[in-house]
């Protein structure tokens, strides 16, 4: 697997952790380690978007990323047009 598609399923990843943590806080909201866990992965996702970002272009086509000198969302494959075949 290449590094593009290793950095896009670790955001994968980390947006599934920030959903599941959302999920759980919405019945334990007093809960304070969930709460950080929820804020450091939240952090880390933001950190892995701008990474991502500035070295591949924009993950979404609109809101998010700023496409710098060309319309960068169309020069490489789309997110949901990729394979993650751990075997590759």
């Known amino acids: 697997m290449d ?12 947006e599934f952790a920030a959903i ?7 019945t334990h909201p ?3 380690r969930a709460l950080a866990d929820y804020n450091a992965v ?3 996702l933001m950190r892995a978007k701008m990474a991502f970002e500035s070295r ?6 609109f809101g998010c990323g700023i496409s ?3 319309w960068r969302w ?5 997110p ?4 993650f075949n751990r075997e590759e």
């Open 68 to 70: 710098h000198g060309t």
């Open 56 to 61: 591949y272009g924009p993950i979404m086509n």
């Open 80 to 83: 949901w047009e990729l394979c």
């Open 3 to 14: 590094q593009r598609r290793r950095d896009l399923l670790c955001i994968m990843e980390l």
């Open 74 to 78: 169309v020069e490489e494959p789309w």
């Open 42 to 44: 939240s952090q880390e």
């Open 20 to 26: 599941d943590l959302n999920l759980f806080l919405d």
């Open 30 to 32: 007093e809960d304070q």
